[in-house]
């Protein structure tokens, strides 16, 4: 699982009535993995167990979004988010994903649970992807990651402030 993956221009896609599912600790190496996560990801459930979640992470995506959900998870909120992720074969699909933190008996964050769904294929196509390539634009224009990172971040958050709304009154209108 090591090897470096080249991603494809194919989609994958699954069933609008599956759920994908999954559960990481709170370093985000995986805990438990649905048998849709495994057929849709190309990874059978024991490679999945132990693997960092960014396993299926896809080139394509912000890293600016995965600060915005690590920085809400912190928080203690959930996240609702679309992302774009890579099969084992560099394939890719889309999922519009709701992430929660997983708490113990005596209230304390133990992990975090993904339930993903199949997005609308609009709201990808005509707002994600531009507005994913933006971002990824600016990460890309800057030699320092962590330059570019705190670039797109604001970026985001800018989008967001310019809508007059909060992420979630925005992802929810879309």
């Excluded at 990172?149 to 009154?169: F, G, I, M, R």
Aim: proline share 5%; net charge positive.
């Amino acid at each position: 699982m090591a090897q470096k993956i080249v991603p494809t221009n194919r989609e994958v896609t699954f069933a609008p009535d599956e759920i994908i599912v999954s559960k990481t600790d709170l370093k985000g190496k995986i805990t438990y993995a649905n048998r849709t996560f495994s057929k849709v990801c190309g990874y059978s459930r024991a490679e999945l167990m132990g693997a960092p979640h960014s396993i299926i992470r896809h080139p394509d995506m912000p890293r600016a979004v995965f600060k915005l959900l690590w920085d809400r998870l912190a928080e203690e909120k959930e996240v609702f988010a679309y992302v774009k992720n890579m099969t084992r074969w560099g394939d890719y699909y889309w999922v519009f994903a709701h992430v929660t933190p997983s708490y113990d008996d005596q209230g304390r964050v133990v992990g975090y649970h993904s339930n993903r769904r199949v997005p609308e294929q609009r709201i990808v196509r005509d707002v994600m992807e531009p507005v994913y390539a933006g971002l990824l634009a600016t990460e890309a224009s800057y030699s320092s990651a962590k330059e570019g990172l705190k670039a797109s971040y604001a970026q985001l958050t800018d989008l967001v402030k310019s809508k007059a709304t909060s992420y979630d009154e925005l992802i929810f209108s879309l």
